[in-house]
Structure formats: C-alpha cells, structure tokens
C-alpha cells in the first residue's frame, strides 16, 4: 500500500503544484523490521517549498529517518527483557535479526509515564505499604540497592495463597531517599482520597523506610516477622540449644506484651553473656523496633500485609540480581521503573543502523510535516494477517504473543 500511495502522489500533478511538491528522486529503498517480519518499499523524495526534503510516504507512515525497527517490535523488545536478557530478547522477539545492544539502547529511551488522576477517588479505611530494596553489584564491582514501594489494600485468601487486593509498585534508582517518597504520596494521591485513611508502612526498619513516615500521613511503622524472627534467632545465636529457646520465647514474650523495661533487662543479661557482635547487634536492633514489632499483636489490620521479601523477589532480584551480573547506572535509572510498574513510553527517536548516518543528521531537529494527509498505517498495521483481527481463533492465540 505504500508503494501504490507513493505513485498516486508522484503522478497527481495538481497535489504536487498545490503542495509545492518538486519530485527529486525515485525509488528510494527503505526496509523496517515489524512485528510480522520485514516491511520493504520504495519510496519518492521530494523538495518542499521551504527547502526541505522529504519523503512523504515515510511520514504519513510514523517511519523516522533511520529507523530500523517499527515501533511495536521496539515496546517488544523492552517488554520481553523484563524478564529474560538481552540477547534473549532479541532472539525471540526478532529471532536475532538485532543484537542485544539494540534492546539496551531501546530500554534507555524508556520513560514511566504519569499515573492519571482518578476522577471519583475511594476512601480506603487502611492502606499497606511494603518496603524493602535489592542489593545488587554495578560495572566495577561497586555494590548498589534499588528501592522498592508496593501499595495495596490488604491481603486476600484465594485457596492457600494471600493475594495483595490492587497493588502497585514504585521503585527508583539514583534518587534522594526525599524525592522517592514524594512520589510514592503522589502515586497514591492520584488513586486515593487519603483524608480518612490509615498507612501501614511495613519493613526491615532502615533509615530510608523510616523516613517515609515524615511524608506519609497519619502512618505507622510495623516491623515485618521475617525479620523478627530472624533477629530473634540471632539473639541466642551463641547458647546453648535449651538455653537459647528459653531466652527465645522469654524475649518473644516480652516484645508480645509490650514489656520493655523487662525486655531490656533480658537483653542486658543477654549482651553480658554473649560474646558474638552478631547477637548484641540482633538485641539492639530488637530494643530499637520495640514498638514496630508490639504493634503487630494488638491491631489486627498490621497482619493484613507485609509481604515484602516475595515482592522483592518477584519485581527485581528475578531480573536484577539472581544470577551474576553487572549493571551500568544509566540502564537502572530506565529499567528499574520498567520492572516495578510494568508499563513504560519509548521515545520516538532515530533508530540505531548497521552504518554511522551522517553527523548532521543526528542532531535533533523539527519535526518534518507535508500539507496533506495520506491515512497510511504504521508499518506494524501494514500487514493483514487472518489473526490480527476479527473472530477469536486458535490462530489468533498462536500469534498473539508477537
């Protein structure tokens, strides 16, 4: 269809004498890699009034100059390696037809996009927050952590498994530990009326968890159990078996009844016995969230979420940090909110070809335009197949994941 629109336009003399068009060259080649494989056409050049040149067909159809892949076979690209390397991605979604560099460079043009404001926003009574990060290792060897922010209404039973009831996910790489949590508020501000509701903000206690309770209202820290109990084994780390379970289940008890003045003295006991930094580390850290763990035994919603570890390992470490690798910064600072939210805008910009283009044509200039419409699909559209559309057939699901 492009070719036969291209003809129409180049032997339709009154369009080209009202637009200003003058033909300078005939059949130029141009190829793109589509969702259904490669779309190749020849195309006209033409000078405008202004002094540009063009190719009209090129713009009707959204094709930048020196593009190579389409825009479906770009989100592809991005969406498949949130789960599988790069060259993987490459391999299935364009069966190798580009190299993993490719897909690096498409997921740095990724941006999140905005969050649309709910129109009629519910009041939730209680709202969970879990936090945690991933530590992983940046190119040099340099260690690293990635925040991670789910929002949810609760947890659900569906069978054995619990559920969290409309989650969202907010992680950042590179931000001030400020700037992540004003963005989490907003994230939740544009979903929810928080006037009425009550935050439950779970975690392992770190500064940078912490300090979302200065900028989430009316909130309380809650302690998650695993690392409670983690903390709690720890403590007793050093005794023996019989020994260590009685002190276990004394300062379990302790922490149950809000008792801190025995709690302390427990733990004082304890550090004069213990001789591993491990155990005196696992007893302050025991004392400091006192209240965060207490909490969680007099009100009944704290045991309505707190599911930090399993969305850390799902969201990030699946990909980020299971197996050996290295990250560079620029790629997290793209990637990292790709992961968490699942949703991502890629910037229409020029593709990277097998030849260098000319200097001059990388910069960033106007966007070219013709005076006139020409209604042609995107390269993506401008194959038919039986599936694409219509009557939901098993050939349709066969070809749906591509």
Not at 12 to 27: F, M, P, Q, T
Not at 133 to 148: C, F, N, W
Not at 262 to 288: C, G, M, V
Request: glycine fraction near 6%; aromatic fraction near 8%; include cysteine.
């Amino acid at each position: 269809c492009y070719e036969r629109m291209d003809e129409a336009l180049r032997t339709d003399k009154l369009k080209l004498r009202e637009s200003g068009l003058v033909v300078v060259r005939k059949n130029d080649p141009r190829e793109i890699l589509t969702t259904f494989g490669t779309v190749r056409y020849r195309r006209t050049y033409f000078r405008m009034k202004s002094g540009e040149y063009v190719h009209p067909i090129d713009i009707a159809a959204g094709v930048e100059p020196y593009q190579r892949l389409s825009d479906g076979v770009s989100e592809a690209l991005v969406e498949a390696s949130r789960s599988v390397s790069y060259a993987k991605s490459a391999q299935s979604v364009a069966q190798g037809q580009v190299s993993p560099q490719s897909v690096l460079r498409k997921i740095r043009e990724c941006s999140a996009p905005d969050t649309p404001e709910t129109e009629d926003k519910p009041k939730p009574a209680t709202l969970h927050l879990d936090a945690d990060e991933d530590h992983i290792t940046l190119r040099g060897g340099k260690k690293a952590i990635v925040p991670l922010v789910s929002v949810y209404e609760g947890i659900e039973k569906r069978g054995k498994r619990g559920i969290c009831r409309n989650v969202f996910h907010i992680a950042r790489y590179g931000e001030k530990t400020e700037e992540l949590w004003d963005e989490v508020l907003t994230e939740m501000e544009k979903r929810y009326d928080l006037s009425e509701t009550k935050l439950y903000l779970h975690g392992d206690g770190a500064n940078w968890i912490r300090a979302g309770l200065k900028f989430l209202p009316n909130c309380v820290f809650v302690l998650d159990p695993y690392h409670r109990k983690k903390a709690l084994r720890q403590a007793v780390s050093g005794l023996e078996e019989k020994k260590a379970e009685e002190c276990r289940k004394a300062l379990y008890e302790a922490l149950k009844n809000g008792e801190k003045e025995q709690f302390t003295s427990l733990a004082e006991t304890l550090r004069e016995t213990q001789s591993a930094k491990s155990a005196k580390e696992a007893l302050k850290y025991l004392r400091n969230q006192f209240d965060a763990i207490h909490i969680r035994f007099i009100d009944p919603e704290t045991r309505n979420g707190g599911a930090t570890e399993p969305h850390i390992s799902h969201i990030l470490s699946s990909r980020l940090s299971s197996r050996p690798r290295a990250w560079s910064e620029e790629t997290l600072r793209h990637f990292v909110p790709v992961l968490a939210s699942g949703r991502f805008l890629l910037k229409k910009e020029e593709d990277d070809s097998p030849q260098n283009p000319p200097k001059h044509a990388k910069r960033k200039k106007k966007k070219k335009t013709v005076p006139f419409s020409l209604g042609l699909p995107d390269p993506d559209r401008a194959v038919s197949l039986p599936a694409r559309s219509g009557k939901v057939t098993p050939l349709f699901h066969a070809l749906r994941p591509f």
